[in-house]
C-alpha cells in the first residue's frame, strides 16, 4: 500500500504528497468557475471546483469532448463529472478537432463550435478524500466490518446535512497568514491551530462567511479561494493540511496579491458582500504595508492586523517600519488593529476577534451605499408647500440623510431649492460631518414662488454633481405641484450624466410628470403622498432602493 493511500482518507483536501503507484497527480488544487481548459498546463491535473457554478455564465463548447476554451468546472458539471456543489475532477488534455456539439445537460446549455485547436475530457479522480466530494460525508468500513445481512443506508452528504453558515456574519475573509524563516515550523503549527479554532468559530457556508487563505513568504501563496471551501469540515482539514514555507515576511506582497486577485467575481468574490481581510505577522514584516494597504482600502477591503509577539525593544532596531500597524490597518482607531502577546495564549483571542471580523458596523473601508453615494436634495420651495408643510419635508430629507455614512471619505449630501429661481444651499463636497450636514439642511429657510421643476433639475445637474464621478450619485426631486415647464428633457439630461433620479410628490403633483422625471424602472423609483404627513412612510422606501440601484450599477 503506498504511503497516499494509506493518508488519504484521513487528511485534508491541500498537501503535498506523492504516491509511488502512480504518474498522475491527485493533488486537487482550486480554481474559479471561469478556468478554461487551456489555463491548465498539465495533462490529468485533478483541480478543485468551487460550489454554483451553474450561476455563472460559464461558457462551455462541445459534449463529452470539450474545446480548451471551455470552463473546466462547466463542462465538468455539464458532464455529469460534479454536481451543483462542486468538487475534484480530472482533466485530460487532448488533440482539436472539428465539429463540437451542442447540448443541454445537468443545468448548462453547451455551444456548437466548428473547430478548434485543442480538446480535453474529465473523470472522476479516484485517489481523492473523501471530503473532497459531494457523494458521500463519511469514509466506508473495511469490507469484514459491514454487516452481512443487510447494506447500511447511503448517508446524507455533509454539504447537505450541514446548516447554511453564520448568517450573521456574510463576510468574504481573507486570511493572509505568516510562514516566513520568523515564525518557524513550530510557531507556525501554533498559528494554524488559531486559524482553525478562528474559522470554526466564524461558521462558515454557503449563506455565512467565506474564507479564503494566502501564505506570506517570499512570494505569496494562495493555498484555497473563498469559494473552495464552504462547509467547517472542509476548511478546517484544508487548513491542519497547510505546509510551512520559510523564506521572508513579505506581508506586503501577499495583502497586495490578495486586493488585486482574490475578492473579483472570478475567484469567488460575492457581489455586495463586505470584504475582510485578516492579516497575521509573527514579530514585524519584511518589506512595506503602506502602498498594498492604501490599494486595500481604495478597494473597499477592511484591513485587520494581528500583531503576534511584538518586537521586543532591543529587537526595534531591525525593525524597517515601526508604524507598520497604523499604515496596514482599515483605519487607525484601534478597533483594526488586534495584539496577541505570544502563540501561546491566542485561544483567548479568537471569539472576540471573530467579532470584530464580523461586525458590519465596524467595517469602515468596505465600500457600500452608505458610505459611498453622493445624495443630492431637489426641494419644491414654492408658494403651495407653505411653511409648515416645508418643514415637514426638510424633516423626511433629514431622515433619509441619517441612514447615510456622511464624512469626508463617506456619503455626501447637497440640496437646491427651487421656485422658478435656484439657489444651491449646499453643496456636496461643503460638509464633510454627518451631524453638521443634518443640521445645514434643516435650517434651510423657505423661498416661496412659482415651480419651475425643469430649470431646477438642469441647474443642480450642473452645479450640485459637476465634481463627482457618475454610478454613485443620485437625485431625490419633491415637489407638491405642476411645473410651468418641461421636466423630461432636463431628466433625460440628468441620467444621461449618470444620475439616478427619485421623484416624491405630494398632493397637487401630477403622477405623468413624476414618472417622467423618474429613473427607471418607473415604478420603483416614483413615490406619491396625498399629505405631507406621508413622506416619513417613504424613508426607509428610498435609502434601500438607493442601496440597490448602487449595488446592481457598481
Not at 92 to 111: D, E, V
Not at 258 to 265: R, S, V, Y
Not at 370 to 388: A, K, M, R
Request: aromatic share 8%; hydrophobic share 40%; charged share 20%.
Amino acid at each position: 500500500m503506498s504511503l497516499l493511500s494509506v493518508l488519504l482518507p484521513l487528511t485534508g483536501l491541500l498537501f503535498l504528497i506523492s504516491s509511488a503507484s502512480g504518474s498522475q497527480s491527485s493533488v486537487p488544487y482550486p480554481v474559479s468557475c471561469v478556468t478554461r481548459g487551456a489555463d491548465l498546463m498539465e495533462d490529468g491535473a485533478v483541480v478543485l471546483c468551487p460550489p454554483d457554478c451553474t450561476q455563472w455564465r460559464v461558457s462551455v463548447f462541445g459534449t463529452g469532448i470539450y474545446a480548451s476554451v471551455s470552463s473546466v468546472c462547466g463542462a465538468a458539471v455539464h458532464r455529469g463529472v460534479l454536481g451543483p456543489s462542486g468538487g475534484p475532477v480530472r482533466v485530460h488534455k487532448l488533440q482539436g478537432r472539428h465539429n463540437y456539439m451542442s447540448s443541454y445537460s445537468h443545468g448548462i446549455q453547451s455551444q456548437a463550435l466548428s473547430r478548434w485547436t485543442a480538446s480535453f475530457s474529465l473523470t472522476k479522480p479516484v485517489n481523492v478524500p473523501l471530503e473532497l466530494t459531494s457523494e458521500t460525508s463519511t469514509t466506508a468500513l473495511p469490507a469484514a466490518a459491514q454487516p452481512a445481512a443487510k447494506k447500511t443506508p447511503k448517508k446524507p452528504s455533509v454539504k447537505k446535512a450541514l446548516p447554511g453558515g453564520n448568517k450573521d456574519c456574510q463576510m468574504d475573509i481573507a486570511m493572509v497568514i505568516d510562514s516566513s524563516n520568523n515564525i518557524g515550523k513550530r510557531r507556525f503549527n501554533l498559528q494554524k491551530n488559531f486559524v482553525a479554532k478562528l474559522a470554526a468559530t466564524l461558521r462558515v457556508g454557503p449563506t455565512g462567511p467565506h474564507v479564503g487563505l494566502i501564505q506570506a513568504s517570499d512570494s505569496p501563496k494562495t493555498e484555497f479561494l473563498l469559494t473552495n471551501y464552504t462547509q467547517p469540515k472542509d476548511l478546517l482539514f484544508a487548513i491542519r493540511e497547510l505546509a510551512y514555507l520559510g523564506g521572508d515576511t513579505n506581508t506586503g506582497k501577499a495583502i497586495m496579491h490578495a486586493a488585486e486577485t482574490f475578492f473579483i467575481q472570478e475567484t469567488g468574490g460575492r457581489r455586495g458582500h463586505p470584504r475582510v481581510m485578516m492579516v497575521l505577522v509573527d514579530g514585524w514584516p519584511s518589506d512595506d504595508l503602506e502602498q498594498a494597504a492604501m490599494l486595500a482600502r481604495e478597494s473597499g477591503i477592511n484591513v485587520f492586523l494581528v500583531s503576534v509577539a511584538k518586537p521586543a525593544p532591543e529587537e526595534l532596531s531591525m525593525v524597517r517600519d515601526k508604524d507598520f500597524v497604523k499604515k496596514a490597518v482599515c483605519k487607525d482607531n484601534g478597533f483594526f488593529s488586534f495584539s496577541i502577546p505570544s502563540w501561546f495564549s491566542t485561544t483567548k483571542h479568537v471569539k472576540p476577534l471573530a467579532q470584530r471580523l464580523c461586525s458590519l458596523d465596524g467595517l469602515l473601508c468596505s465600500k457600500t451605499c452608505y458610505n459611498s453615494v453622493n445624495i443630492g436634495f431637489l426641494i419644491d420651495g414654492s408658494s403651495s408647500v407653505g411653511e409648515g408643510n416645508f418643514q415637514l419635508v426638510l424633516d423626511f430629507l433629514a431622515g433619509i440623510a441619517r441612514s447615510f455614512d456622511i464624512s469626508d471619505v463617506g456619503a455626501h449630501i447637497g440640496a437646491v431649492q427651487f421656485t422658478y429661481e435656484q439657489r444651491l444651499e449646499f453643496g456636496l463636497l461643503d460638509h464633510s460631518n454627518k451631524d453638521v450636514a443634518i443640521n445645514a439642511l434643516k435650517r434651510i429657510s423657505y423661498m416661496s414662488g412659482g415651480t419651475a421643476t425643469g430649470g431646477a433639475i438642469s441647474y443642480t445637474t450642473q452645479n450640485l454633481f459637476r465634481r463627482t464621478g457618475p454610478g454613485r450619485n443620485f437625485l431625490i426631486v419633491v415637489t407638491d405641484g405642476q411645473s410651468y415647464d418641461d421636466v423630461r428633457g432636463p431628466a433625460l439630461a440628468a441620467q444621461k450624466q449618470g444620475i439616478t433620479i427619485y421623484s416624491v410628490g405630494v398632493a397637487w403633483a401630477p403622477i405623468d410628470d413624476l414618472r417622467a422625471m423618474a429613473s427607471e424602472p418607473k415604478d420603483s423609483h416614483t413615490f406619491f403622498a396625498k399629505e405631507f404627513t406621508g413622506l416619513a412612510d417613504f424613508i426607509p422606501l428610498l435609502v434601500r432602493g438607493i442601496c440597490r440601484d448602487f449595488t446592481e450599477n457598481n
